[in-house]
């Protein structure tokens, strides 16, 4: 007797992606078979996104062609937070639940397709099932966020900041260092108010205390011995006592950091902290630590309210702060955003000119960075192989969002292989190099 089949479509962010994860772990730990395809599965589970209009579409679209392809769908994830809007588009939908609800998901899926095994005999890999390459993953640490940002709907979504067990997110960690992973994401909504919650509660990893907090976190992940990465990093002021972690090669000299501007008034009107000037100190003062530090980030252009004067601000300090990696998109209103009542929006022609000028100007910063890499040697990890070349990236740049490292070259590697290249080209978004 087969067992039960279930498809899987997952859309939006890494911690989408580790929700799906869960999901997936969890069917396969109860007999189910993940299909990938529509008209192998019994019912399909859609993941979706809703943060802004373009992934909602995206949303809308993966279910409506998930029903006409198969028939039975569940759709959980961010959209799944207003079942509203998902009910009103596709009514026959098998069920609705929002994210991070694996046991809701779960109940949907008994009611519908009630597993044929028995789920104790069932032979799951401690590190759970990964959509991710095998040599890479994300750490999900925390749930939620306590800020409550004019554009941004993730807290009415997703909740306040819930933070995991400290010894629940290392054992984590070690077993999927354990499976073959050598790079490891640590991502949250807020990865840099880890512990807040519980007030930095101490927990217990291989038998000694160690306090649930963003550096005490990122410290014993640097004794695993692999890639450490850091992403959706608030700049707290205790995030700079994590730089000498980087700069002693514990980390990975890398901060995702979203500051979204650089002008004091779309800052207070974003309700993001309004402090551009210190920014830019404490930019320079990780550099001194940590002079290889890369910095990641994304901005929003043409917010409501948005001058040029503003945004003149807002190129001024990509000059000043020589962001490695950025990326931008013009703002939209989000169903449910404080924002979409402020004054003064941004006609939409002017928002795009905007950020063509912005992305210009962050391609020269790139590129300018890129250039100076020429000539070094540096460790990289094989991603993927293309027509005879080698696909890899550096400690600088994180899959998917960044560039990569490109080698040409034939030798017999695999993926997930570090190895040590010297840079001999660049362009604005990738290096290239030698095999040394």
Not at 298 to 308: A, D, L, Q, R, S
Request: glycine residues 6%; hydrophobic residues 40%.
């Amino acid at each position: 007797m087969s067992n039960r089949k279930v498809g899987i479509v997952s859309l939006g962010c890494p911690k989408a992606l580790v929700d799906s994860e869960q999901i997936v772990t969890q069917l396969r730990a109860e007999g189910y078979e993940i299909s990938g395809t529509y008209d192998d599965a019994d019912l399909v589970v859609v993941n979706t996104c809703g943060f802004i209009d373009s992934a909602v579409a995206e949303s809308l679209e993966a279910i409506d062609d998930a029903l006409a392809e198969n028939g039975k769908v569940i759709v959980t994830g961010c959209l799944g937070a207003k079942d509203n809007v998902v009910l009103d588009n596709f009514p026959n939908v098998l069920a609705v639940t929002g994210p991070h609800s694996t046991p809701e998901v779960m109940q949907a899926v008994h009611q519908h397709l009630p597993p044929e095994h028995n789920p104790y005999v069932s032979l799951i890999p401690p590190q759970g099932i990964k959509l991710t390459p095998q040599h890479y993953a994300y750490l999900k640490i925390s749930e939620g966020c306590n800020h409550r940002c004019s554009f941004c709907i993730i807290p009415s979504l997703r909740g306040d900041l819930v933070s995991r067990p400290i010894g629940e997110v290392m054992q984590e960690a070690e077993n999927l260092v354990k499976s073959g992973v050598k790079e490891l994401l640590v991502i949250s909504q807020d990865t840099s108010a880890y512990g807040i919650d519980v007030k930095y509660k101490t927990g217990f990893w291989g038998g000694r205390p160690i306090k649930t907090r963003f550096y005490d976190l990122a410290k014993a992940l640097g004794e695993l011995g692999i890639w450490v990465r850091m992403h959706y990093v608030y700049p707290y002021p205790h995030v700079d006592d994590v730089i000498p972690l980087m700069a002693e090669g514990k980390i990975l000299p890398y901060l995702d950091i979203p500051f979204q501007h650089a002008s004091p008034s779309i800052l207070k009107a974003m309700k993001r902290p309004a402090h551009a000037e210190k920014v830019l100190e404490r930019i320079h003062k990780w550099r001194e630590i940590c002079p290889d530090i890369a910095l990641r980030s994304t901005f929003i252009v043409g917010f409501p309210g948005e001058t040029e004067e503003d945004f003149q601000m807002l190129l001024d300090f990509m000059q000043e702060a020589k962001i490695d990696r950025a990326g931008a998109f013009t703002y939209s209103d989000v169903d449910g955003a404080s924002a979409n009542e402020l004054a003064n929006h941004v006609p939409d022609e002017i928002k795009e000119e905007r950020l063509e000028r912005f992305m210009e100007m962050q391609a020269m910063i790139s590129g300018d960075k890129l250039y100076e890499k020429i000539g070094q040697r540096m460790p990289v990890i094989i991603d993927d192989f293309e027509d005879n070349l080698i696909i890899a990236r550096s400690k600088y740049d994180a899959p998917e969002i960044d560039g990569n490292v490109i080698i040409d070259d034939d030798a017999e590697l695999e993926v997930g292989d570090i190895i040590e290249v010297e840079i001999t080209s660049s362009d604005e978004h990738d290096l290239y190099a030698k095999i040394l």
